[in-house]
């Protein structure tokens, strides 16, 4: 049996493997060596000065082929994004970084500059400054809830000195969180 092939842009373009030792196609192709395990649209980088094809590992050694198989690459911009490589050679882009980003860390974004995932800082203060101000607020709706029946009772003329009291405490503590929540807000 004989291989032939024809090359194409620095690649092997088209291949025939014919049983017929006495056939010579002629140019543009070329008779490969026995046992040459090349395929179409391998580079001719691949192969060595006898036109073997050199093992994937020993190309990725050589800086001719890149092995991002099954490792899997993190959005720059989005580090809960993902991409798994699956095939020789392919890159995943320059948005996305092989390096994992910090763990249990909702606030952070990659630094061209530093190669790393860094805190946000900004993002993870205004995401505490808000979490502060509906806490407040929560705290305002239930101290609302609670002098409603002080409220109620003094509108009837049914409050006791004891609802009054609840009242003007339930009072100052809503003007408190208001006056805290106007502060923040401010900041």
């Not at 190309?59 to 095939?87: A, C, H, W």
């Not at 029946?149 to 408190?176: C, F, H, M, P």
Request: glycine share 4%; aromatic share 8%.
């Amino acid at each position: 049996m004989k291989t032939f092939y024809t090359e194409k842009d620095d690649r092997i373009d088209r291949t025939i493997i014919t049983a017929n030792d006495s056939y010579e196609p002629g140019p543009p192709w070329k008779e490969a060596p026995n046992d040459w395990h090349a395929n179409h649209g391998d580079k001719l980088e691949w192969l060595d000065k006898t036109m073997h094809r050199i093992p994937d590992p020993k190309l990725v050694e050589m800086g001719k082929r890149i092995d991002n198989r099954n490792k899997t690459f993190y959005k720059k911009d989005s580090p809960g994004e993902t991409k798994l490589i699956y095939q020789m050679d392919e890159e995943p882009g320059e948005e996305y970084t092989v390096i994992k980003p910090i763990e249990k860390e909702a606030y952070q974004k990659w630094d061209e500059n530093l190669k790393q995932w860094i805190v946000d800082i900004e993002k993870k203060e205004k995401a505490e400054k808000d979490s502060t101000i509906a806490e407040k607020k929560a705290e305002i709706t239930a101290a609302e809830q609670k002098r409603l029946r002080s409220v109620l009772a003094d509108l009837d003329g049914t409050a006791s000195e004891e609802d009054k009291k609840w009242n003007l405490e339930y009072k100052k503590q809503i003007e408190t969180l208001r006056a805290e929540i106007y502060e923040l807000e401010k900041a």
